[in-house]
């Protein structure tokens, strides 16, 4: 059974963990740097328009919100930014979970709902590394925008589709001209237990 995934992607990340990701967790299988909000969510087979015009209701009015990747963190095997404040993606799983309590976070092994972004799994040596190198380049800076389903097809690799339409959904407010960057940031489109 192939599975799907809800996160929230955070392209600000892409030139810090996407060498490390590509290497050590799933970025090579389409799977871009996230928040994970529910994995696994429903099979892949039941996965059609009415649940996503669902998914699209349940998030409408949950606005977009910013948000810092100011540290690194572990669980065991696993190296991860943490999201601060970590409160708001809570509250998007919660609401998830309300809406189709089957899907427990983390199939119910865990009490606690951590958010996180992957960047690497790994024994100590390599956590050691990649908390060496990342970070003295942090904190990222973020925005979450919109909600993605995240689809596992045969081969393993993942798809992807909108959950939110960013126009519906308010955006923080821009910054004035004199300070806006002129380079956009870049938009890079196997979560797996606690660890995605």
Do not use: K
Not at 8 to 24: D, G, I, K, N, S
Not at 107 to 117: K, N, R, S
């Amino acid at each position: 059974m192939r599975r799907t995934a809800l996160i929230v992607v955070v392209p600000e990340a892409e030139p810090l963990v996407h060498h490390w990701r590509t290497r050590y967790d799933n970025a090579d299988l389409g799977v871009p740097a996230h928040v994970t909000l529910l994995i696994p969510f429903f099979p892949r087979e039941r996965v059609d328009a009415a649940l996503i015009a669902e998914l699209r209701e349940l998030f409408a009015s949950q606005p977009a919100f910013p948000f810092a990747l100011p540290r690194v963190e572990r669980f065991p095997g696993v190296v991860w930014l943490a999201p601060e404040p970590a409160e708001p993606f809570r509250r998007m799983t919660e609401l998830i979970v309300g809406r189709y309590p089957g899907y427990p976070p983390y199939e119910g092994a865990h009490d606690e709902i951590v958010p996180h972004l992957t960047v690497a799994l790994g024994d100590e040596v390599l956590q050691d590394e990649v908390e060496a190198a990342l970070t003295r380049r942090l904190p990222v800076e973020a925005h979450a925008r919109e909600v993605t389903l995240l689809v596992e097809d045969e081969t393993g690799h993942w798809t992807h589709r909108a959950c939110t339409d960013p126009s519906q959904s308010p955006r923080p407010p821009r910054p004035p001209p004199a300070s806006r960057s002129r380079s956009p940031l870049p938009r890079p489109r196997r979560p797996r237990g606690r660890g995605r």
